[in-house]
């Protein structure tokens, strides 16, 4: 038999070996995941010896890894925004880019429209719902994505997180008019599919055969999606409300423009870790609006 520190050892090994950049955090995540363990407790008990079921689990785990499949979608779960996501290949893995999304949204409204009603598009795993109810505990938000099974898995992440009462989830298209009775929003926030289709195929392995080819095609030229959610989903705003997407390197000042054209007052960006402009965030004129109204009481 083998210690965890043995198993973790040659994991990371191999992991380094074939190019893995954080072959040091995807082993203790990998073995972790196979002993049942949280990464805390793994850390603690490196020295105790593995079972035979966990040494051929371990292996398996680290079978798919090499061939090429996420971490993420091998354990299940992932984090964001420091919350506990369950994660499938019906949804994209959240990436650290999206939390500047959080950070915008939480910059707009913190101290100004602490109860918000915050729609979010293209939802997929629910990362980004989940991060704002969390982190802004007067809101209430509707997540919103085509797929089915992306919203069951959103639904898994809204119980997960304790945020049920404050989120409901709609399956609707993006790219068409909202449905009747959606009702107005404070915020609109959404992370659409902004790949363009011909760049689909130079993704890396790991992306292009696992995560889901629907939550990353934007069209030929990766704008489909912020076209028309500019142009069907403005109408739900209230006055003074914002929009705020997260963009694709380089696509920043294309999508400022189309707000800017689309009616919204101003159009702003904000950057990521990297210095790229990551959120793109356009507002809708403050002036009273006639005749809109809000449904129900959620």
Not at 149 to 173: F, G, H, P, T, Y
Not at 267 to 280: G, M, P, S, Y
Request: aromatic residues 8%; negative net charge.
């Amino acid at each position: 038999m083998k210690t965890y520190n043995e198993l973790y050892l040659n994991a990371r090994g191999l992991l380094r070996q074939r190019g893995v950049e954080a072959y040091n955090l995807e082993a203790r995540i990998l073995v972790a995941k196979a002993a049942g363990k949280p990464v805390s407790e793994l850390l603690r008990d490196l020295n105790l010896y593995a079972t035979p079921a966990i040494e051929e689990t371990m292996q398996g785990f680290l079978q798919r890894r090499l061939a090429g499949e996420p971490v993420a979608y091998i354990t299940g779960t992932w984090e964001f925004y420091g919350l506990p996501m369950v994660v499938t290949p019906d949804v994209l893995i959240p990436r650290m880019d999206t939390e500047v999304l959080v950070d915008t949204a939480k910059e707009l409204l913190v101290g100004k429209k602490m109860d918000a009603r915050i729609l979010d598009l293209c939802a997929g795993s629910g990362c980004i719902t989940c991060a704002l109810g969390h982190e802004l505990p007067a809101t209430k938000l509707v997540a919103v994505d085509i797929s089915a099974s992306a919203l069951e898995i959103c639904r898994k992440n809204v119980a997960l997180n304790r945020l049920s009462s404050r989120v409901i989830c709609i399956q609707a298209d993006a790219t068409a008019s909202p449905p009747l009775g959606i009702g107005q929003f404070d915020m609109i926030v959404s992370n659409p599919p902004y790949i363009e289709s011909g760049e689909i195929i130079s993704l890396d392995g790991s992306v292009r055969d696992y995560e889901p080819i629907w939550a990353l095609d934007g069209g030929e030229d990766g704008l489909r999606f912020y076209k028309s959610i500019i142009k069907y989903w403005k109408s739900v705003l209230r006055p003074g409300g914002w929009l705020l997407f997260e963009v694709g390197e380089g696509q920043a000042e294309t999508v400022k423009e189309m707000l800017l054209a689309g009616g919204f007052e101003t159009a702003e960006t904000r950057k990521d870790t990297l210095n790229i402009d990551r959120v793109v965030l356009g507002r809708m004129s403050s002036q009273s609006a006639e005749n809109y109204s809000v449904y129900g009481s959620f």
